[in-house]
């Protein structure tokens, strides 16, 4: 059985039909693209996938887990737990530093302060932003924030990490960096991802790519 397990998920925004019958399978430590035009359902997709919305039918496994089967307050702990996730604007909260924006998740499951930074510290040295543990994110370059928002994922060591158009604002440059990151991720972190992009230099480096259109896996 294949590690994430997607299975005819359906989802309406009330009149409007987003999913129609989606059915996709990842398999561990994969690098999986899902491309297609705005609008073709692909962050909604993403999102399912990421337990922050329930489709309005369907199924969907991570592991051994039927994930919505999970109660609310279970879901939280799975996802804090499992799933690591990456956004086009990183979001980072402003008034926090580095280390302080990549504690967060360990924070939240109730870890305590101590145990916390130094792992957020090591998260960022491994990322090479030792030098910047105390800079606010306006004090941090595009592709810095990026792999601020990378070791915020990474800290729980969750099995899958999930990116929303991760290179969407990022130069030419960050864009080459991030990529090889995202193949660190998953070769050296033995990370499952999957990634939402428009990015055709990013889909290149996946080891599949999944287009979609109208609500549809179409290839």
């Known amino acids: ?98 280390v302080e924006n990549v504690m967060m998740p360990k924070l939240i499951a109730g870890d305590d302060f101590q145990s916390s930074r130094q792992k957020a510290e090591q998260m960022l040295s491994e990322l090479g932003l030792s030098h910047r543990l105390t800079h606010k994110p306006n004090e941090l370059s595009g592709g810095e924030k990026q792999r601020v928002a990378v070791a915020r994922a990474l800290i729980m060591n969750p099995d899958v990490v999930l990116a929303d158009e991760p290179s969407g604002s990022l130069d030419s440059q960050n864009k080459q960096e991030l990529h090889q990151l995202l193949l660190r991720v998953r070769d050296e972190f033995r990370k499952t991802i999957i990634i939402v992009t428009h990015d055709q230099a990013l889909a290149a480096i996946s080891d599949r790519v999944v287009k979609m259109e109208d609500g549809r896996i179409i290839q």
């Open 1 to 98: 059985m294949s590690y994430i397990s997607i299975r005819d998920i359906h989802h309406s925004f009330g009149a409007l039909s987003v999913l129609s019958g989606v059915s996709l399978d990842v398999e561990q430590e994969q690098i999986v693209s899902i491309i297609g035009k705005s609008g073709a359902g692909k962050t909604t997709l993403l999102q399912i996938i990421g337990t922050l919305l329930r489709p309005t039918s369907g199924e969907v496994r991570i592991g051994d887990k039927n994930v919505l089967s999970l109660s609310g307050k279970e879901l939280a702990q799975f996802r804090n737990h499992h799933i690591g996730f990456v956004f086009q604007f990183h979001q980072l909260l402003p008034e926090f530093t580095a």
